[in-house]
């Protein structure tokens, strides 16, 4: 475990995916990283695991030909949960996030699962590098934002070629349906399939939206 991950106050935590356990190092709480001048930009949203990611692995765990053999991009990775899983299932993954602390807990992560060759992509999407497109995006509740919907369809469209799938997973907000009406408008087929996320003591029903993109 590095330097940066002990600054924090953390937890491991077990979550079984795929007919095995994974181990997610998170951090206790958000709260506890919030001070009066934190700007909504920084609020670590990397650093706790959401419902959404699980029900994005779930949804890999049963289509795995979707990841198998891929390039697989992951936007807003957090602590690399899905990434991990689909790196497992034996895609070649890259992990995204703006944040350098939440790529050096996916890292730490994917090590701690014997998961290894995991790519990080440093980057926000306000600013996103130009890349080979590759042949899955996934990500998992970054749709929260209706600022940054214009965004993230410049990221997607500059990340995807006409062959692609984007997984995207969201508890069922109405920023999300917003995000795939937009999308749909613009060509995009969309299907979708509904899963239930247990996460600590909680869960939460999960859509995942598989989007095709316009021939
Ligand atoms: C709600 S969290 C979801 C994390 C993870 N996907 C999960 O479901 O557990 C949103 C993630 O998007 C990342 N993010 C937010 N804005 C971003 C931006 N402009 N560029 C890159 N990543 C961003 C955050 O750092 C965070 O990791």
Redesign the pocket.
């Known amino acids: 475990m590095t330097s940066t991950i002990l600054r924090y106050p953390i937890h491991t935590l077990s979550i079984s995916l795929c007919q095995r356990t994974f181990r997610l190092t998170a951090v206790r709480s958000v709260d506890d990283l919030l001070t009066e001048s934190t700007s909504a930009?920084d609020i670590?949203?990397?650093a706790?695991?959401?419902?959404?990611?699980i029900g994005?692995c779930q949804y890999l765990c049963e289509n795995r030909h979707l990841v198998r053999g891929k390039r697989v991009l992951?936007?807003?990775?957090?602590?690399g949960?899905?990434g991990i899983v689909a790196r497992w299932l034996g895609g070649e993954v890259t992990l995204?996030?703006?944040?350098p602390d939440?790529l050096e807990f996916a890292l730490w992560n994917a090590s701690q699962n014997g998961v290894q060759d995991i790519q990080t992509l440093l980057?926000?999407?306000?600013h996103f590098p130009d890349v080979e497109p590759y042949d899955v995006v996934i990500?998992?509740?970054?749709l929260?934002?209706r600022r940054?919907h214009q965004?993230l369809k410049k990221v997607i469209s500059r990340t995807t070629s006409a062959h692609s799938r984007v997984l995207l997973?969201d508890p069922w907000r109405d920023t999300a349906w917003e995000f795939i009406v937009e999308m749909e408008r613009a060509g995009w087929q969309v299907d979708f399939t509904e899963h239930v996320a247990r996460l600590l003591d909680s869960q939460q029903d999960v859509i995942v939206f598989n989007l095709r993109p316009p021939q």
Request: hydrophobic share 50%; charged share 20%; with cysteine.
């Open positions: 930009d670590p949203f990397w706790v695991p959401w419902h959404a990611a994005l992951e936007l807003g990775t957090g602590l949960l899905c995204n996030d703006y944040q939440a980057a926000d999407w306000r990500a998992a509740d970054i929260y934002e940054l965004t997973a």
